[in-house]
């Protein structure tokens, strides 16, 4: 009986850390691809600002959609790593290894979603 509990607790911490394993794919994502677009959207839109017909200009819509995906593609990313870290938080406790490895990658994307999707950081 006792070994059937342990590999419910390997199966659970193998699932929580698949899942932190694409929340940190979706974290290198946003940290390396949405982010620094983001940002020359921002440097687009403020020259736009500046200017003085940033309204008329038929970019000025697609650049502010591309601002507005880091803050989208964050919250992604921190909803993804907090599932994970709940996942795996039991199978963490209970020392399983991939539970640990799941509860680790989980926490470290919530909080790099939490940087970049909210203002708690900024």
């Known amino acids: ?4 509990v342990m590999n419910k607790i ?5 699932i929580g850390a698949a899942l ?12 390396f691809e949405v982010v620094p677009n983001a940002r020359i959207a921002e440097s687009k839109i403020k020259l736009l600002i ?3 017909n940033s309204f008329s200009d038929p970019q000025f819509g697609l650049l502010r959609e591309i601002q507005g995906l ?6 992604y990313v921190l909803l993804a790593g907090a599932i994970a ?3 795996s938080l039991y199978p963490a406790i209970k020392k399983s290894k991939m539970g640990q490895l799941g509860a680790i990658l989980g926490i470290i994307s919530f ?10 950081f900024s």
Do not use: N, P, R
């Open 85 to 87: 870290f709940l996942v």
């Open 1 to 4: 009986m006792k070994q059937f």
């Open 70 to 75: 880091q803050i989208d593609w964050g919250e």
């Open 50 to 52: 500046e200017s003085g």
């Open 10 to 14: 390997d199966l659970l911490g193998s």
């Open 111 to 120: 909080f790099i979603g939490a940087a970049y999707g909210t203002h708690m």
């Open 20 to 31: 932190s394993a694409v929340s940190a794919v979706m974290a290198a994502y946003l940290h």
